[in-house]
């Protein structure tokens, strides 16, 4: 039912900037919640930014706050994550997420294949 798409990870050096994109088709559900979540290599699933469908509302990892910002496009079909002055530290794979409900579980049901984000000293 339910399909992720993401797009937009690459290489950029420290302090630059990226936007991911996460297309989801087949969404049914009265209420969901979107997240970005990043793996890297021998560390935990970290959530960085999570949106609530029913009213847009954002929160973030305190690691990315204002620095990060997610959004979604009016068809509410497509979530953004600007990434601003990027660090090596977020290196990572990042991997969008969608949960029916109001709030984000620790295992959402749905998944993309993920995108990688490499950042360069």
């Known amino acids: 039912q339910v399909q992720l798409a993401e797009s937009g990870g690459g290489l950029v050096q420290a302090g630059g900037s990226l936007r991911l994109s996460c297309v989801a088709s087949?969404?049914?559900?009265?209420?969901?919640?979107m997240a970005w979540v990043r793996q890297a290599p021998g560390k935990e699933r970290e959530c960085v930014a999570s949106?609530?469908?029913?009213?847009?509302?954002?929160n973030y990892q305190d690691s990315v706050k204002g620095r990060f910002t997610m959004s979604r496009a009016n068809a509410e079909n497509i979530v953004y994550l600007q990434m601003n002055n990027l660090q090596p530290e977020d290196t990572a794979v990042y991997y969008c997420?969608?949960?029916?409900?109001?709030?984000?579980?620790?295992?959402?049901?749905?998944w993309g294949q993920g995108t990688q984000v490499t950042v360069s000293s």
């Open positions: 949106l609530r469908g029913s009213d847009g509302n954002t």
């Open positions: 087949g969404l049914t559900f009265p209420y969901y919640t």
């Open positions: 997420a969608l949960d029916p409900m109001s709030y984000l579980r620790t295992e959402p049901a749905y």
